[in-house]
Nanobody, 127 residues
Framework: QVQLVESGGGLVQAGGSLRLSCTAS????????MGWFRQAPGKEREFVAA???????RTSDSVKGRFSISRDNMKPTVYLQMGSLQPEDTAVYYC?????????????????????WGQGTQVTVSS
């Protein structure tokens, strides 16, 4: 069973940057799709970005151009580099795993498509 552990959250001023990490243990990360979601207080969980083992990526329009996702299959770890952070980016950020095999270039973005989740890491952006 895969366990996902996020790190790298914290408090940052608007315009600043953070890099989140998610390390997987218990299985082979390299063949799976990894995603990042976030949930702000009182709001539904929101897709942020995902990356397949083929390196196909998908990023939500709300963070496109500011956030980027990458992975290191050797570690195995997935990263979310966040820049130009704004107070509306404040949320708990979750790492998630999708084990489905897609023949197309589709990158899953719905929360129900992910079967394993980390505990989350808080990101707070002050104005």
């Amino acid at each position: 069973q895969v366990q996902l552990v996020e790190s790298g959250g914290g408090l940052v001023q608007a315009g600043g940057s953070l890099r989140l990490s998610c390390t997987a243990s218990g299985d082979t990360l390299s063949v799976y799709t990894m995603g990042w979601f976030r949930q702000a207080p009182g709001k539904e969980r929101e897709f942020v970005a995902a990356i397949r083992s083929s390196d196909n990526r998908r990023t939500s329009d709300s963070v496109k151009g500011r956030f980027s996702i990458s992975r290191d299959n050797m570690k195995p770890t997935v990263y979310l580099q966040m820049g130009s952070l704004q107070p509306e980016d404040t949320a708990v950020y979750y790492c998630a795993l999708n084990t489905a095999d897609y023949v197309s270039t589709y990158v899953p973005w719905a929360a129900y498509e992910y079967t394993s989740w980390g505990q989350g890491t808080q990101v707070t952006v002050s104005s």
